[in-house]
């Protein structure tokens, strides 16, 4: 948690650094611009980076602070109380469901991919990946014994599998522009 918490607040306070630039100088290029498809910038000033009327990096700046947060307290012996790692785990799930609908908005909409936007799809996969295994774990959701042995012996298989089909999609649907740089 404290892991994913810490690189998804630098990512999206990078997003935030460079958004408040852009709109301060509307010549300013951000960093993370690269190429025609490696772009921050035109996926920042889309309209699915406000989705919520406000700049969805906002939203990545609390959650990531709170999963710090109690990430700490948990090394620090803290235990946290059952509806907290369900809401934890149901914010994860919120998370990641948002992700998803990012990537494909970034895949297939804009046709663009922000280097930052894809470590914040990064570290929420993996928040809800552990939060949901450790909840699964600690009977908190409960599940067959079957289902969790199966997880607990190839969570890493999964979790790989799960950004192994990420990087493909995004392998594939810019092929053209990747095989010009080779």
Same mark, same amino acid.
């Given at each position: 948690m404290v892991l994913t918490g810490i690189v998804g607040w630098v990512a999206s306070f990078q997003l935030t650094?460079?958004?408040w630039r852009s709109l301060r100088d509307p010549g300013y290029r951000p960093p993370c611009n690269i190429g025609? @498809? @490696?772009?921050? *910038?035109?996926v920042m000033s889309s309209p699915q980076g406000?989705?919520?009327g406000f700049p969805n990096m906002v939203l *990545?700046?609390?959650?990531?602070?709170?999963?710090?947060?109690l990430g700490i307290a948990v090394l620090s012996g803290a235990r946290l109380h059952r509806r907290l790692w369900l809401t934890l785990d149901a914010g994860a799930l919120a998370g990641v469901v948002f992700v998803h609908w990012l990537i494909?908005?970034?895949l297939y909409e804009l046709n663009k991919i922000c280097p930052y936007c894809a470590v914040v799809w990064a570290v929420t996969i993996a928040l809800f990946w552990h939060v949901t295994l450790h909840c699964l774990q600690q009977g908190i959701v409960?599940?067959?014994?079957s289902v969790l042995v199966l997880l607990r012996d190839t969570h890493w298989l999964l979790l790989s599998a799960w950004y192994g089909l990420i990087a493909l999609l995004v392998l594939t649907r810019f092929w053209t522009y990747w095989s010009t740089l080779l």
């Open positions: 650094l460079d958004d025609p @498809v @490696v772009s921050c *910038g035109s406000s989705l919520l *990545g700046l609390a959650a990531f602070a709170a999963v710090t947060a494909f908005q970034s409960p599940a067959p014994r």
